[in-house]
């Protein structure tokens, strides 16, 4: 069997939006190709080791590829892809060039080539990630999240993921309940409940990350431990409040639909983690970050932790900033490449 391979030349600020326009389209899996130059700094605090190929790619940049069946209009998706990858100027994100071509490849050549990148690596102190095709032995203090991502986001090798999963180590506590926000893999989700967490409520708008975390929990024996929805905050919030018919939005109809469905469909499974909670995790997008920095502030207890991450250099200032506007204490910034997470607390005082 054959498929269409449509390569996208774009920089390492726009790849989650462009890997979310590409599976908006249909592709049955996207690969993500960095610069592999031996100038490239590289976080090896933990000793992780990093088997990627060299490659002329410039700093910053990186091929992208979508894979789409055989009999699928090529022509028509790229001329859907293009104007949003345009139009993420308009957000003061950089695309690059965004250079498109589209070849013809066997099935063997990418269904699972990427899966000889993705090896066993230690990410924090405690924290390894294991694809579960790999044999690893781990050491006694060692804390293994076993992973397979299939077309969900989320390996842990992203600068945006260990990140995060390095920031739940320093900020998780025992017995904790947490709501993981745009979940992908569950990798955050798992993460958590392995550095002590009692409960989490992993949600995602995304039906396949949703399947994606629920085999990921199983795979690691917490599934009972680990509830995953086709959800956003916003919906929760309105699950937990008993509104979950009630929704309305005058400016959007079509949207207030949608999430009344979504909430309507959850409100059938009782949730695991109660409102508000102690942490909430989100690695989604700076832009989406700031939209409901509200309904995180509302979600969370007093003394509650905010691990906020996918926020490139660029909008790091806008986000402490509005962190800030929307009642938080900035408590640390955790860096990689170009890469920042937020950590940050409500206030104890407040309700």
Not at 175 to 192: C, F
Request: hydrophobic letters at 40%; a negative charge.
């Amino acid at each position: 069997m054959k498929y269409h391979e449509l390569t996208i030349y774009t920089t390492e600020e726009a790849v989650e939006m462009i890997s979310n326009f590409l599976h908006e389209q249909g592709a049955g899996g996207v690969s993500i190709e960095e610069s592999g130059s031996l100038e490239r700094r590289r976080d090896l605090s933990f000793g992780q080791w990093y088997e990627l190929p060299l490659n002329d790619i410039p700093e910053g940049f990186v091929v992208m590829k979508g894979y789409f069946n055989e009999d699928e209009d090529m022509d028509a998706h790229v001329k859907a892809v293009r104007p949003r990858i345009e139009e993420l100027r308009t957000y003061e994100i950089d695309p690059g060039p965004a250079d498109i071509s589209v070849v013809t490849v066997d099935e063997n050549d990418w269904a699972t080539a990427w899966k000889q990148y993705f090896k066993p690596i230690r990410v924090s102190e405690r924290l390894t990630i294991k694809p579960t095709w790999e044999d690893y032995e781990a050491t006694p203090e060692e804390l293994v999240i076993e992973i397979d991502p299939g077309m969900a986001f989320g390996t842990g090798t992203h600068p945006t993921t260990s990140l995060c999963l390095r920031a739940l180590e320093s900020s998780i506590r025992e017995g904790d309940e947490v709501i993981d926000v745009g979940t992908g893999s569950g990798i955050l989700a798992i993460g958590a409940v392995k550095l002590g967490a009692a409960r989490v409520l992993a949600v995602d708008l995304d039906p396949v990350a949703v399947s994606s975390a629920i085999e990921n929990a199983r795979l690691n024996g917490l599934e009972d431990r680990i509830q995953a929805l086709q959800s956003d905050l916003l919906g929760v919030l309105k699950i937990s409040s008993g509104e979950a018919s009630s929704w309305s939005s005058e400016s959007n109809p079509i949207e207030a639909k949608v999430r009344a469905e979504l909430a309507a469909r959850a409100v059938s499974e009782p949730l695991i983690v109660g409102v508000p909670c102690d942490l909430i995790v989100a690695n989604i997008l700076a832009e989406i970050i700031l939209l409901f920095l509200d309904d995180v502030y509302a979600a969370l207890k007093p003394g509650g932790t905010y691990i906020a991450s996918g926020i490139y250099e660029n909008k790091e200032e806008t986000v402490a900033a509005a962190l800030l506007a929307s009642g938080f204490e900035i408590v640390d910034r955790v860096r990689e490449d170009k890469w920042i997470a937020f950590v940050a607390a409500k206030p104890k005082g407040e309700g």
